[in-house]
């Protein structure tokens, strides 16, 4: 499993924006994925998490109900799709993967670079 999480930029409140996670191993069907993400002076913190087959997703309350997590399995990519982002949403965001559905949430065993999403107050 190698992962590169892209798609981070600056957006202002209210905008939306869509990460991705490639993973250029062959195996990515085989893993739960998950986003993360960690704010500037802050632990990082769980935001959403797919299972392998996508059928099965879970959210942050946080972020649950703006954030969506999908995944296609044929181009080995997992997304984040953001809308009404806050400033609170500020933080490097990390894609991971594990083969444990409920792990990924909290102890994944693979983790990618992270990409920094910015909203400016």
């Known amino acids: 499993v190698q992962l590169q999480a892209s798609g981070g930029g600056l957006v202002q409140a209210g905008g939306s924006l869509r990460l991705s996670c490639a993973d250029s191993?062959?195996?990515?069907?085989?893993?739960?994925m998950g986003w993360f993400r960690q704010a500037p002076g802050k632990e990082r913190e769980f935001v959403a998490a797919i299972s392998w087959s996508g059928g099965t997703t879970y959210y942050a309350n946080s972020v649950k109900g703006r954030f969506t997590i999908s995944r296609d399995n044929a181009k080995n990519t997992v997304y984040l799709q953001m809308i009404n982002l806050k400033p609170e949403d500020t933080a490097v965001y990390y894609c991971?993967?594990?083969?444990?559905?409920?792990?990924?949430?909290?102890?994944?065993?693979?983790w990618g670079r992270g990409t920094l999403v910015t909203v400016p107050a």
């Open positions: 991971a993967a594990d083969p444990d559905y409920g792990i990924v949430r909290t102890n994944p065993d693979y």
């Open positions: 191993g062959r195996t990515f069907s085989n893993y739960a």
